[in-house]
């Protein structure tokens, strides 16, 4: 049995030990043999792919990004993307493949599998956590404990300076980075992208906040939008995918506050800093287990099956329960955290 895998996307925390815990059982447990398709889909879409065995694999259990390589290659926008797909695995004897990826990536992973026939097992992985059918995909655990830290570390500054710091965080179409690391880090104000906010209400919050002697720290999500207009975008381009690459509402938000409030606003966008570097503890766990069941159900045969988080066990559901829907922020789990507004 020869196996292919591939990572695609935004790189994520955990990657490496999803890659590790697949070749480590793979072929130390059933003796299978595998290739390593770089960037994404573009490494069976194009034919490109590396070494996998477990020399390759040594080492990179802490280590953050992909050995891999990630790319958001779309190949259902390329001309024949499939067949040359088909082809590519034929090519290199592949006879399953795992693919890594969120939303976008096992999107593709569904259509391959149910559509096409490929042999496809799904692993989810999103810094998001706004995939379906798994009660988290690694990278949300090292993505909220790093924005945590910025939280704290911002709280000394605005009480220093009595200013308002507003932190903008990833977060698409969902603000669970947010309302994690907004309640862990104590945030004053959280705004997600599943609730438009009122600009008036927030400096209302930051008002209330400043009469009570402490500085605010507003936590906003790069997809939140608020109530009278449209998101707010610092560059309107498109990936692969057709998606508008975010970020730009931290900013905003601060000079409207300002304006509105007359107190000092400054903005820290977070960015890809929550993406990057070494995996918690617990992703490494999550990602790690995900790799072993993933191989397990290449062995079983169980194609077209993602792996996904229950409680504390590993199942398999369809790919597309995953991609098919996302997971997005509970209106009652936000009204929870908002007695912490203000
Ligand atoms: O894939 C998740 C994500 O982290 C989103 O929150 C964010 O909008 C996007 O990736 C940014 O991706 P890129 O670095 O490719 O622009």
Redesign the pocket.
């Known amino acids: 049995m020869r196996v292919g895998v591939l990572t695609g996307?935004?790189?994520?925390p955990g990657l490496n030990a999803v890659i590790r815990a697949i070749v480590r059982k793979g072929v130390q447990e059933y003796d299978y043999d595998f290739v390593g398709f770089r960037d994404g889909w573009r490494g069976p879409l194009e034919g490109v792919s590396m070494r996998l065995d477990i020399p390759a694999v040594r080492g990179i259990l802490p280590r953050g990004g992909t050995i891999l390589g990630s790319s958001?290659t779309n190949p259902l926008k390329q001309e024949n993307g499939i067949a040359r797909i088909r082809e590519n695995l034929a090519a290199q004897g592949v006879d399953a493949l795992i693919a890594i990826g969120?939303?976008d990536t096992l999107g593709v992973a569904a259509r391959l599998t149910d559509e096409h026939g490929v042999p496809v097992v799904a692993v989810p992985k999103?810094?998001?956590n706004d995939l379906s059918a798994t009660d988290y995909t690694f990278g949300f655990d090292t993505?909220v404990g790093i924005a945590t830290e910025a939280i704290d570390r911002l709280h000394t500054t605005a009480e220093s300076h009595m200013r308002v710091l507003v932190c903008e965080v990833?977060?698409?179409h969902a603000g669970w980075?947010a309302i994690h690391s907004g309640l862990a880090g104590g945030a004053n104000v959280i705004l997600i992208p599943e609730h438009r906010f009122d600009v008036d209400q927030v400096c209302a919050w930051v008002t209330s906040r400043f009469k009570a002697s402490y500085a605010p720290i507003v936590v906003v999500s790069?997809?939140a939008m608020p109530k009278d207009g449209d998101m707010v975008l610092k560059d309107e381009s498109l990936?692969a995918f057709g998606?508008v690459?975010?970020?730009g509402v931290g900013e905003w938000l601060a000079k409207e506050i300002e304006k509105r409030t007359g107190k000092e606003a400054r903005t820290t966008v977070l960015?890809?800093i929550?993406?990057g570097g070494t995996p918690s503890a617990f992703d490494r766990w999550l990602a790690t287990r995900f790799g072993l069941h993933a191989i397990e159900a290449v062995r079983d045969g169980d194609f077209g099956k993602m792996v996904a988080l229950r409680g504390t066990d590993i199942v398999r559901v369809p790919i597309a329960d995953a991609t098919a829907r996302l997971k997005t922020v509970d209106m009652k789990l936000y009204e929870e955290v908002g007695v912490f507004f203000g």
Do not use: F
């Open positions: 996307g935004g790189d994520c958001r969120g939303e999103t810094i998001d993505a990833m977060g698409r980075i790069e997809g990936d998606h690459r975010l970020s960015g890809h929550q993406r």
